[in-house]
């Protein structure tokens, strides 16, 4: 695993900041949340990918949302607490069902189980729930959570339901019993300053073979305009102790956004600083210890979140605008205020990797 | 009044042969001050008031009842003059002056033991004022003595809070400190209401130190300084165009910066084992230091002569220190002139220009308001003004009054290890009585201790506080146990040793009533001594 | 060439009041010196000075430092491009919303007053906060009283025996002279940090209040006999700091560990411990009484950040205005809670929102102040104001009319010269004041 390099192809954006992008199984749509109600998607069959559409009447961010396994299906959820059922494919998709109130408020995360005929969400009301696929039909609620809950992920194998929140507590649910069963100690992303709760875990994913359960974030240092150094925990599934800690970058990196197995076994994760320094890197996965990345990209603005294109090299890297911080008025020549966008950057490999 | 008037108009038409004020300075200090104003003067102090003052300022604590019994009980004639020779000679000279110049040049900012050597070697060996200032700018790693000098430049180039390294604030503070200006509001334009503070010179002072760092490669304070290879280029926020400058002080010329070829800028290369930075061929503050302290720099001369002023007067010629311009002009300039030349001709001898205030009547005025005074202001001099005391004056003050220097103990060298039952007790070295009275009076860092600004802290500090309780308590041949002693007659031993003067009838009536009217006569002496401990009288120099 | 860093990395210096303000001090004048003056400020028309002392009002200035969003509080724009995640609810006021972090405070909203239209010019911390304070007057080359100076010296330290302005604040304690500017350090504030009493406030064990009385009776003695010949200056000010001393002194209970039910109402929070600590102070008559929250520049993260500080503010806010309410104070209490400037409505690269002066909002209640008048307006984005913007000199105005002062005609007397308490080109907002 030598030589690896990732080269910028494009960036699509629009009149939106946008959450994350993730690619559609078939590999021809991008698609990502929007910060005002709603989600976009971008057609990657020519060379320049070009915006469909906008779908999804939801209110506030639609910061939350999954892919079916298998169909064309698509589960969003809002910063109001809406949920929605969509098939994205469709010219002018209209919602399939739709639940006003499936939270109290922020929805932060939607995850399918392995066969898609139910899903998990979690938000700020600090509830995980399941829901049925097929009509939104509510089926469990999961309590024990003291904190907003940033997470819920599936395990790859068993449908274990997994969940983080803003405190570092991260709960394996008992589905019988509806409590948790299991926890996993990822409160180093945690620190309490002055008024403020600060960090949580950010990111989250399995090991290909389901028995590594990583949590990313930051170690915090400071509250406000945060500042800490980015960290990826390594907690085995079976024992739930702590296998690695590893820090990828310096205080002004902050966050580790996003994290993702390649399918070619390497662990890439993405970070995104304060001021605006956002990192991509690869790292070998079995030697953590190794100072070098694999591969580093470090001149990029802000990175929020990293999906993998389904043939396996392409990836999507939200990021933002540089320079589009700063405090007071920012006008452009008509004497109209900036918003900001959120440029998706697709990096496919300078050559074919071995 | 006519007869000073008459002696200086002698002096004036003298003073072009320089021997004759070249060696008496106070004569002239005394002449330039009366013949400014028509008002009254004040008399002469007496000799409590001086035998205290003269101390505090000399030697930087009150004398011991001793001390002050004798100088008051003596008849000579030119006992004054004895004394500031005296204390000119003794140890403690150089710790206040170390003290002084410590709180005067670092403002809190920090504590080292190289520059403390720096500091007390300079005063012991009463090394010239421009020497000092030379080691501060440019130091010489290779003295041992003084190379802490360094800790003028390097504790200012430490970060604090989350800031970034603050070259700006160096640079101002090397105009502050040795030329006596403010530039900090010209750094970005002329000074918007200082006409003599322009942007170029803020900007030719940058220009010395921004290239310098911390060196991190040795265990006591370094400074190193990168490759200088171009002008430095500014902007105004009004004006438009690109400007430079080398390194330039106000008033004097720009240093030209030599160009080398890449890869022969190092006289000595950086070595990546021992991790020494390497040593530039162009150093800039090796030119500062060969252009800022000298004769022919009229800012500096003036600042110097100034700051010794103040550090006797409690006021500056010009006043604030650091504020020295066209519309903030000296009060008495030519007397400001005079002594910066003085000072200069005798070789910045800074312990010349302490005797010689010292030795003036301005000096040795009474701080009494009689009358005529009551409208006195400490700009005529007509009245010796009241001064703050600083921390470490009050600390050595009321350890020599309570009598309890002798208990102080040599924790140099005592291992750190203590007892649970120890370190429930007040810790009693030194070091620790120190860091006491700094918590209590001392000003938090980067603010000039230049002006009386008592505080809560510190009043709660005596009231409450352990330490000055502790030193009441009776132990050999302190205060309270000489006190203890007596049966009458407390009031005048009491009032030596804490006030340094004798008690009035009124004052020695109220004091030995109270104490004799107590059964509790060990208490009562405690409280006695607190109350003067406590007193505005002893808080203030006067 | 090597660019000197002085346009785009502005020395901290160069953004203070004092790159404005100090004219005065730099020309040699006495700016930081003492003001001698015994009892009620002599800088102040003698006449105003007489009936001031006679009213009982007070004030608790609730400073959140670093800019509280306003569209994450009193000014929501919900489902809009700028809007950010949460939503808005209703308040006790029909057709009146603030953000979802707010609940408690929506509770209360018939008792407050909020003005959504406020505009100044200061977007940084280091010059803003110091301006804010001050009311931005105009140059005069002197500089310019923080409002609790300001008010201690206009309206007097009242019959506590306490120091007429307490800061209540995290961080270090000790008295903080710079506040008064021009007026002496006098009319500084006496910090406390951290909930701590400042050291050495209780008198020793081996003291008895015999002992106590005695000391300080011939301390007091002593004081006199040297001040009979000497300049009062240094003098009273040395009294100054003794008296203060004593009477925090016998005060000391303010500093006890507080009732487990007002901790549970007020929040365990640093900002929920020193608004009980701040509503004690008022309790005990200090005439201002400062509580700072630290902690809300949210350049990055803002949404996370002002939904765990939001609640905090929430509660800690609510419950002291509801107290002082219980408590009958609210007729003699003005309450203000602000920051030196709002968020942008532009969301930055790491979430967050930088520093927006153009359009933010200012809340208050008590004392003079009408309850229920919420007004000015900004635009749907949330972008501009729409109404008639008011500036931090409009707000001096107010508040000091509320506390009964005429701020159009009340001046200053400094070293001869007149200054005014508010800026002269704004007013009082009359919609504000009851």
């Known amino acids: 695993m030598n030589n690896i390099q990732y080269k910028a192809v494009a960036a699509p954006s629009t009149d939106r900041q946008l959450f994350n992008a993730k690619f559609s199984h078939d590999g021809k749509l991008l698609i990502a949340g929007s910060y005002q109600g709603d989600l976009r998607r971008f057609e990657l069959t020519e060379a320049e990918p070009t915006e469909l559409t906008p779908f999804g009447n939801h209110h506030g961010w639609v910061q939350a949302f999954a892919l079916h396994p298998t169909e064309n299906l698509l589960i969003s959820g809002d910063s109001w607490g809406k949920l929605q059922a969509h098939d994205y494919t469709q010219e002018n998709p209209m919602p399939l069902w739709s639940l006003e109130d499936a939270h109290d408020g922020w929805i932060r995360s939607v995850a399918f189980s392995n066969t898609g005929e139910w899903f998990a969400t979690c938000g700020m009301d600090q509830i995980v729930r399941i829901f049925q696929t097929k009509n939104g039909k509510l089926r469990h609620e999961l309590k024990g959570h003291n904190a907003d809950v940033y997470h819920v992920l599936i395990h790859p194998h068993d449908d274990s339901i997994v969940s983080a929140d803003a405190l570092g507590n991260v709960i394996h649910w008992d589905m019988k019993k509806n409590r948790p069963k299991r926890q996993f100690d990822a409160s180093e992303t945690f620190l309490a300053h002055r008024l403020q709760d600060v960090g949580g875990v950010q990111c989250m994913t399995w090991s290909p073979d389901g028995t590594t359960l990583l949590a990313g974030g930051t170690r915090p240092k400071n509250g406000a305009t945060v500042q800490g150094i980015p960290i990826l925990i390594g907690f085995s599934w079976e024992t739930t102790e702590r296998v690695f800690l590893k820090e990828l970058g310096a205080t002004s990196d902050c966050y580790c956004e996003d994290v993702a197995y390649h399918p070619r076994g390497f662990l890439m994760a993405v970070t995104s600083g304060t001021p605006g320094t956002g990192k991509i890197q690869f790292l070998d996965s079995q030697n953590l210890d190794t100072a070098e990345p694999l591969f580093l990209l470090s001149n990029l603005s802000n990175c929020h979140s990293l999906d993998v294109h389904p043939d396996g090299d392409m990836i999507a890297v939200t990021t933002t605008v540089r320079g589009s911080n700063g405090n007071g008025r920012k006008v452009d020549a008509d004497g109209n205020y900036i918003g900001n966008t959120s440029p998706i950057q697709l990096l496919t490999p300078d050559s074919p990797m071995k | 009044m006519k007869a000073s008037l008459s002696f200086f108009v002698l002096l004036l038409t003298c003073s072009l042969s320089e021997p004759l004020f070249a060696q008496q300075l106070h004569p002239v200090i005394d002449a330039q001050i009366e013949a400014a104003t028509n008002k009254p003067i004040a008399p002469p102090s007496t000799d409590s008031e001086f035998v205290r003052r003269i101390y505090l300022d000399l030697v930087g604590q009150i004398p011991t009842s001793q001390e002050a019994e004798q100088f008051i009980n003596d008849s000579s004639r030119a006992k004054r003059q004895t004394l500031i020779d005296k204390l000119l000679q003794d140890d403690r000279y150089s710790r206040r002056m170390s003290e002084a110049f410590n709180v005067m040049l670092m403002e809190r900012r920090g504590e080292d033991p190289d520059w403390q050597a720096f500091l007390s070697h300079s005063f012991q060996g009463n090394i010239a004022w421009d020497q000092m200032v030379s080691s501060m700018v440019f130091p010489d790693e290779q003295n041992e003595q003084t190379r802490g000098s360094a800790y003028f430049l390097t504790k200012r180039l430490e970060k604090y809070g989350q800031n970034p390294t603050d070259f700006p604030g160096l640079a101002r503070d090397i105009g502050r400190m040795f030329l006596g200006m403010d530039l900090a509001c010209a750094q970005c334009h002329d000074h918007l209401f200082i006409d003599d503070y322009k942007q170029a010179d803020f900007q030719g002072l940058f220009a010395f130190i921004n290239n310098s760092f911390i060196r991190r490669d040795t265990d006591y304070p370094a400074i190193g300084m990168k490759p200088v290879k171009t002008k430095l280029a500014f902007n105004s926020v009004f004006e438009e165009g690109e400007f430079s400058t080398g390194p330039k002080l106000p008033g004097l010329d720009e240093i030209p910066i030599p160009e080398f070829v890449t890869g022969e800028e190092f006289a000595t290369p950086p070595n990546k084992e021992t991790k020494a930075p390497g040593v530039p061929k162009f150093n800039p503050l090796k030119f500062l230091a060969e252009q800022l302290p000298t004769q022919a720099n009229d800012s500096f001369n003036l600042n110097a002569a100034n700051r010794i002023w103040f550090l006797m007067m409690g006021r500056g010629i010009v006043h604030p220190l650091d504020l020295h311009h066209s519309d903030n002009p000296a009060s008495h300039p030519e007397l400001l002139q ?205 | 060439m090597t660019q000197s860093p002085n346009n785009s990395e502005r020395h901290p210096l160069c953004n203070t009041a004092e790159h404005v303000f100090t004219r005065r001090q730099l020309l040699g004048g006495s700016a930081t010196g003492l003001i001698g003056l015994g009892g009620l400020g002599g800088l102040v028309n003698p006449l105003f000075a007489k009936e001031m002392k006679s009213k009982e009002k007070q004030v608790l200035f609730i400073w959140i430092d670093g800019g509280m969003s306003q569209l994450e509080s009193w000014d929501p724009k919900p489902n809009t491009q700028f809007g950010g995640p949460f939503r808005s609810i209703p308040t006790t006021i029909p057709g009146i919303h603030v953000s979802e972090l707010m609940p408690k405070t929506s509770q209360i909203m018939h008792k407050l007053a909020v003005d959504r239209g406020v505009s100044t010019f200061d977007n940084s911390h280091s010059a803003g906060v110091p301006r804010i304070n001050r009311g931005d007057p105009k140059d005069r080359g002197v500089i310019y009283p923080y409002f609790g100076s300001a008010v201690a010296n206009l309206m007097g330290p009242g019959n506590s025996g306490l120091p007429p302005y307490v800061w209540v604040k995290p961080g270090s304690g000790g008295f903080k002279y710079q506040d008064a500017g021009f007026l002496g350090p006098k009319f500084g504030a006496l910090a406390i940090g951290e909930g701590e009493p400042p050291p050495n406030i209780l008198l020793p064990e081996t003291l008895s209040s015999t002992n106590n009385a005695d000391r300080n009776s011939l301390r007091e003695f002593a004081n006199q006999q040297y001040s009979q010949k000497r300049p009062p200056k240094f003098s009273e000010a040395q009294n100054f700091v003794y008296d203060t001393a004593q009477a925090l002194m016998q005060k000391r209970s303010l500093f006890d560990n507080p009732d487990p039910k007002d901790v549970a109402r007020y929040g365990d929070t640093p900002l929920g411990r020193d608004m009980l600590i701040g509503r004690k102070m008022i309790e005990a008559g200090v005439r201002f009484v400062k509580v700072n929250s630290y902690g809300w520049d949210t350049h990055g993260d803002n949404f996370n950040a002002h939904a765990s500080l939001m609640p905090r503010f929430d509660q800690a806010f609510t419950a002291v205005v509801e107290d002082l309410d219980e408590r009958g104070m609210l007729d003699h209490v003005l309450v203000i809670a602000m ?12 979430i967050g929102r930088d520093h927006w002066p153009e359009a933010w909002s200012i809340a208050m209640t008590g004392t003079g102040i009408k309850q229920g008048a919420i007004i000015g307006s900004t635009n749907d984005d949330g972008t501009w104001v729409t109404s008639e913007p008011h500036d931090i000199g409009h707000f001096f105005h107010t508040w000091f009319n509320a506390l009964g002062i005429d701020s159009e005609h009340t001046e200053y007397i400094n070293d001869g010269q007149p200054l005014p308490i508010a800026d002269e080109e704004c007013s009082p907002i009359r919609e504000l004041l009851s």
């Open chain 3, 339 to 350: 920051s030196e400037f709002g968020r942008t409505p532009r969301i930055n690269g790491h």
């Open chain 2, 338 to 542: 005079l002594m910066a030349e003085a000072f200069a001709a005798h070789d910045y001898d800074i312990k010349w220009l302490v005797r010689e205030i010292a030795l003036s009547a301005t000096y040795q005025r009474t701080s009494m308001v009689t009358t005529g005074l009551d409208d006195a202001k400490p700009r005529e001099y007509r009245l010796f003004h009241e001064k703050p005391m600083s921390a470490e004056q009050l600390m050595w003050s009321m350890i020599t009054a309570t009598g309890h220097l002798q208990h102080i103990p040599d924790t140099t060298n005592t291992s750190t290890s203590q007892t649970d039952e120890e370190q429930d007790q007040l810790p009693l070295g030194l070091e620790h009585i120190r860091a006491d009275f700094l918590a209590a009076f001392a000003n938090p860092p980067r603010e000039p201790e230049t002006e009386f600004a008592p505080s809560v802290r510190g009043a709660l500090f005596v009231l409450n506080g352990p330490r000055v309780l502790d030193w009441l308590e009776s132990r050999p041949d302190n205060l309270t146990a000489k006190l203890e002693t007596l049966e009458t007659g407390f009031a005048t031993p009491l009032y030596l040793a804490v006030l340094s003067r004798k008690p009035t009838q009124e004052e020695a009536d109220k004091f030995n009533q109270y104490i004799e009217s107590q059964s509790d006569k060990s208490t009562a002496i405690k409280q006695a001594i607190w109350a003067l401990l406590a007193s505005n009288e002893f808080a203030i120099n006067h």
